[in-house]
């Protein structure tokens, strides 16, 4: 069964440095996401993508990330000079079209030290 | 404002005690209601997509029913492997709700 692939698994980062998380959605799809969910809480809605261009982000997306689709097949979310808030698990997810269920990958796991 | 409203936040059930969950929205002009399931540490595992009132969908212990205003995951004869946080969204705004965690004891 297709599947959506992060990695890293885990990353550590230094408070202040810039992290790339990156994904591969299923070859497919169409469209894009970015969730992240804080140790406890609820999977929040970062940004969506669609045709090379964002379509939609929260409030919390906002300078310190940004998003991009650099070939046919990878997808990253890049966080700049990233807060000790930031420590969360980030999941990519994907989608064949309006209407489809979402796929999602295992996540991320980011540690701000 | 929320659009999408779980309850209860927590249940817990013995085995073969059958319940339900609810989710709430607050949308008009619904182009499709999500379930998923998530189990600690794991990203979220579609279930059911419902897309009109009066739908109704089934996989092995779970059936999910849609209305104008809500959506019920149903459970029945839950067993301990189906202790897991469920969780709904709406297509319309891509947001989840917070979810239900259920835990069924042997």
């Known amino acids: 069964e297709p599947e959506v692939t992060q990695t890293p698994s885990h990353q550590v980062t230094q408070m202040g440095q810039e992290v790339i998380l990156r994904c591969v959605p299923i070859?497919?799809?169409?469209?894009f996401y970015w969730y992240r969910q804080i140790l406890g809480q609820k999977v929040e809605f970062l940004v969506s993508?669609?045709?090379?261009?964002?379509?939609?982000k929260s409030e919390i997306f906002d300078d310190q990330f940004s998003v991009e689709r650099p070939d046919g097949s990878n997808f990253t979310l890049k966080i700049r000079s990233t807060k000790l808030e930031d420590s969360a698990m980030y999941f990519c997810?994907?989608?064949?079209?309006?209407?489809?269920?979402?796929?999602f990958g295992s996540g991320t796991r980011l540690t701000v030290v | 404002e929320d659009q999408v409203t779980q309850s209860p936040e927590a249940l817990r059930l013995q085995e073969g005690e059958s319940s339900s969950l609810n989710c709430s929205y607050t949308?008009?002009?619904?182009?499709?209601l999500f379930w998923y399931r998530q189990d600690p540490g794991k990203g979220p595992e579609f279930l059911f997509t419902?897309?009109?009132a009066g739908e109704e969908k089934e996989k092995e212990r779970l059936k999910a029913t849609l209305t104008k205003k809500e959506s019920f995951l149903h459970i029945t004869a839950p067993k301990p492997e189906d202790s897991a946080t469920y969780l709904c969204?709406?297509?319309?705004?891509?947001?989840f709700g917070a979810g239900t965690r259920l835990t069924v004891k042997p």
């Open positions: 969204a709406v297509d319309n705004d891509m947001r």
């Open positions: 419902l897309y009109s």
């Open positions: 997810a994907s989608r064949l079209g309006t209407g489809y269920g979402y796929t």
């Open positions: 949308v008009s002009g619904l182009r499709g």
């Open positions: 993508f669609y045709n090379n261009e964002i379509s939609e």
């Open positions: 070859s497919n799809h169409l469209y």
